[in-house]
């Protein structure tokens, strides 16, 4: 496995300009290992944006799917575990109620140099096949510069009332 460095690295602060980019107000998070340091901590400390801490993803769907209706846009941050434990609330209120919720998922363990769903990790190669099955949109990210994805993608999800996943697919720095 190759080394990563730091320039061919996401950037967290790249990504938090992107949600402010187009226009996220709140940033729902369950803790991600993938996430914590380089967006949560980020995001805890930007006073443009209000942070949300809740204690389930299932709860974070339902939160971000409220805003939306109140004209507020929202992220949920959480790892694919959370993810998959949240299949049935995306379902009902994202996919059946067709809600903008925007959810980034840290891929904890992702070899980055292939695609998720080809990963040999079981919890990692399904997520793909989930959304896809549920026929939620989906980005990968997973070096610099493609956080620039971010906001285009979030701006189809609200502007079609669809939800959308974004997969980090390695640590941000």
């Known amino acids: 496995m190759a080394t990563i460095k730091a320039v061919d690295a996401l950037s967290g602060a790249a990504i938090i300009d992107e949600f402010k980019r187009c226009g996220v107000e709140f940033i729902v998070s369950v803790p991600d290992r993938v996430t914590s340091e380089s967006v949560l901590r980020r995001v805890a400390a930007d006073t443009a ?5 809740v ?3 299932d709860e974070g769907v339902s939160i971000c799917a409220a ?3 109140c004209g507020k846009r929202a992220v949920l941050l959480m790892q694919c575990t959370g993810l998959l434990d949240s299949v049935n609330a995306l ?8 809600q903008p919720v ?5 891929l904890l363990g992702h070899e980055s140099e292939s695609p998720p769903a080809e990963s040999p990790k079981y919890g990692i190669s399904v997520v793909p096949r ?7 949109a989906y980005e990968v990210l997973h070096s610099a510069g493609d956080e620039k994805r971010i906001a285009p993608a979030i701006e189809r999800a609200y502007a ?14």
């Open 49 to 53: 944006l209000k942070l949300v801490r």
């Open 102 to 106: 925007v959810m980034m998922v840290g």
């Open 55 to 57: 204690c389930k993803e």
């Open 160 to 173: 079609n009332s669809t939800p959308l996943a974004i997969l980090i697919g390695r640590s941000p720095v």
């Open 91 to 98: 379902r009902a209120i994202a996919v059946e109620y067709a």
């Open 67 to 69: 805003l939306s209706v």
């Open 130 to 136: 989930i959304l896809d099955a549920m026929n939620i």
